[in-house]
């Protein structure tokens, strides 16, 4: 079986729900204490072995393209300073030329459409998709424990999730026909069910592992839930075509980045997770929590 060397980062999307901040900072520039989103989902890649790094932008994102570049001129301030934890941390995040492609979705017309634009990056070989507004901490980083199970199995694999039933409606939800642990193989694939029609609590979430064959589905692709191209019903084909498609039960804490909620329990995990932070942060924490208490 090929390895996966190659990621796919949908970052197209308008990002509304954190308007007005996303009317000039692109979603994934923004942090989590110090890092951007897209930095968090780099290193996972990286971690699994990923060598090519596919972006597909949209109009309002050259933050993202800048980010990745190397800042001589910050460089050599910092050099000239000797601050030279800094200038580490600064190299850090740029990525060698060759090593990272951008593709442009001129319309956002959905993550199946987005991932359809990186269609002539991809040679005939398994490729991940990454949705960087997806921040997952773990041990061993997500994608990771996903390409070592896929390299037994193979097919196409979606991350796994377990939801309260009310949350189905938010998420694309699997049919499941055999659980066998950490994996389970699919036999449908529900995008945002009622409670009622949710056929498992297993939600999708923003990591793939996919076959060349998705990408011919989503060549054909209509528009699917909401008008929009959708990357679940490409998936969902491969069921009846191939009997490959496999959710994999990550181990790990996610975070819903892509809305408030989730990202400010994010900023608050990781935020209490830094060294440096976390003595004075959960002193902080600790003192808003007893006035609150207090003032009810
Ligand atoms: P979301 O569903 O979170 O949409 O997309 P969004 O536009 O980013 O945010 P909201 O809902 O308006 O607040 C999930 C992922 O798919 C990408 C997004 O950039 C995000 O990483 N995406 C979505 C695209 O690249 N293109 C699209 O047409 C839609």
């Known amino acids: 079986m090929k390895r996966v060397s190659k990621a796919i980062f949908p970052v197209a999307g308008l990002g509304t729900r954190f308007l007005p901040a996303t009317k000039s900072i692109p979603k994934e520039i923004m942090t989590l204490v110090d890092r951007p989103l897209i930095q968090y ?24 393209e800048d980010y990745f570049d190397v800042a001589p001129e910050l460089e050599n301030t910092l050099r000239k300073k000797g601050k030279n934890e800094l200038l580490k941390t600064l190299k850090s ?8 492609a ?27 998709v990454i949705l960087p507004d997806d921040v997952i901490a773990a041990e061993k980083p997500c994608l990771q424990q996903m390409v070592e199970a896929h390299a037994e199995i193979g097919g196409n694999m979606v991350a796994a999730m377990e939801v ?9 939800m699997l049919d499941i026909k055999e659980d066998m642990g950490s994996v389970v ?24 592992i996919l076959t060349p064959d998705v990408m011919r589905n989503l060549n ?3 528009s699917g839930a909401g008008g929009e191209i959708q990357l679940t019903d490409a998936i969902a084909a491969e069921i009846e075509n191939s009997d490959n498609v496999y959710g994999y039960r990550f181990r790990g804490q996610r975070y819903d980045c892509g809305s408030k909620a989730g990202f400010l329990q994010a900023t608050v995990a990781f935020g209490l997770a830094r060294e440096e932070l976390s003595g004075e942060f959960s002193q902080f924490l600790e003192g808003m929590m007893a006035t609150r208490k207090a003032a009810q």
Not at 41 to 62: C, H, L, N, P, Y
Not at 165 to 170: C, R
Not at 185 to 208: H, Q
């Open 93 to 100: 995040t740029n990525m060698d030329s060759g090593e990272i």
């Open 41 to 64: 989902a780099i290193d996972e890649a990286r971690a699994a072995g990923i060598k090519e790094f596919i972006f597909v932008t949209a109009r309002g994102k050259s933050a993202l």
């Open 185 to 208: 193989s699919v036999k449908g694939m529900v995008e945002k069910p009622t409670v009622a029609d949710a056929p498992s609590n297993l939600a999708v979430i923003g990591r793939y």
């Open 164 to 172: 309260p039933p009310e949350m189905a409606s938010s998420y694309g």
């Open 102 to 128: 951008y593709m442009r979705q001129n319309k956002a017309l959905g993550l199946g459409h987005a991932v359809w634009c990186a269609r002539r990056l991809l040679g005939n070989e398994p490729f991940a």
């Open 220 to 222: 054909k692709a209509k």
